[in-house]
């Protein structure tokens, strides 16, 4: 069995009325449009296919609903998601294990009352976050009872990667060249934003808090020893913050709640990487995820990552954790018949 444990998906209701007329945006937005997989479930059923006793646990694709809803509608539009998802779930079980909601992220006041709703009563495994709240970091102080909640249901949340071509790689320029805000400032925002929550003290307060990061951590396990022996020396290179008070207080060093985090193996097909990310963060925080629909080629992502998987030099135990046994324990899932 493999469960996919981080992939998007549109309902079909929730694409036409919000997305199929270009309200996505731009950038982001215009990839999202012309995928098939990510809406026609005939379509997205034959790929998944190929793979046997493959399921996967949805999540809506980006770009995040406060690009397209202010925040008096955005509550709405995350209602709409939600309850397209939660459908899907309930009439393609075998398909479909589970969801993880999705939160108006310009309304804090709304995104709590909806992670309730979606959990309560659509039967949500959790919640998805992206890397910023509509441009707030998320330590702000407005998003600690969600993580407090999350912690008290012991249910995880997905953390997926968000910037566009506004953020521009130099200050002397406009926009991002060349796509880099996706190639590399994805995995630098993710990797912000699980700096963020770590020195924000989100693991002493939490410490069974469950964090599922999107494409193997980004760049977190390449960067290992500046995570590591760097940020022991925090403070050192700072001049006007005592850091060094901050790395006191903490109860483990730096890259210790790093290791807390998990992290899924949706790489595009890199080797290297996989390799890379399963020996930082170790087997049992390791989740199989392919990022379908976003293939180059239908099938290609959960191809190659279950080739690289099966490649790889470790037990059959450790694989089969992995492919499915740690979704389910992290996702409170009962057996898989």
């Known amino acids: 069995m493999k469960i996919d444990v981080f992939n998007h998906v549109f309902p079909k209701a929730f694409f036409d ?7 996505g945006g731009k950038d982001i937005g215009k990839r999202v449009v012309n995928i098939p997989v990510a809406v026609d479930l005939d379509h997205r059923f034959r790929v998944m296919d190929e793979f046997g006793d493959f399921r996967q646990v949805i999540t809506l694709p980006t770009p995040p609903l406060e690009v397209f809803a202010p925040p008096h509608v955005s509550p709405d539009v995350a209602r709409a998601a939600n309850d397209g998802l939660a459908e899907l779930v309930l ?93 590399f400032g994805w995995p630098y925002e993710t990797s912000v934003a699980m700096a963020r929550l770590v020195f924000s003290g989100v693991f002493d307060r939490h410490p069974g808090i469950k964090i599922i990061t999107h494409h193997m951590g980004g760049m977190v396990p390449y960067f290992e020893g500046r995570v590591g022996h760097g940020w022991d020396q925090l403070g050192k290179r700072t001049s006007d913050k005592d850091y060094a008070s901050l790395l006191k207080s903490m109860k483990k060093r730096p890259v210790e709640y790093f290791h807390q985090f998990y992290a899924d193996t949706a790489l595009f097909g890199a080797t290297a990487a996989t390799r890379c990310g399963l020996d930082f963060f170790g087997a049992d925080h390791v989740l199989f995820a392919t990022d379908m629909p976003f293939d180059p080629a239908p099938g290609l992502y959960a191809r190659e990552t279950i080739r690289i998987i099966d490649g790889l030099d470790i037990t059959s135990d450790e694989r089969d954790r992995i492919y499915y046994r740690n979704a389910m324990k992290l996702l409170n899932l009962a057996a898989v018949k």
Not at 96 to 122: G, H, K, M, T, V
Not at 139 to 156: S, T
Not at 169 to 175: K, L, S
């Open 17 to 23: 009325r919000y997305i199929s007329g270009g309200g």
């Open 91 to 183: 009439k393609h079980p075998d398909r479909f294990i589970a969801f993880a909601a999705s939160l108006p992220l310009n309304n804090f006041d709304a995104c709590f009352r909806e992670a309730e709703r979606a959990i309560d009563e659509l039967g949500a495994r959790g919640v998805m976050l992206y890397s910023n709240a509509a441009g707030v970091a998320l330590d702000a102080p407005e998003l600690k009872p969600l993580f407090a909640e999350m912690a008290r249901r012991d249910l995880p949340i997905w953390l997926h990667p968000i910037r566009d071509a506004s953020f521009a790689d130099y200050q002397t320029e406009a926009q991002s060249l060349y796509e880099i805000w996706w190639t």
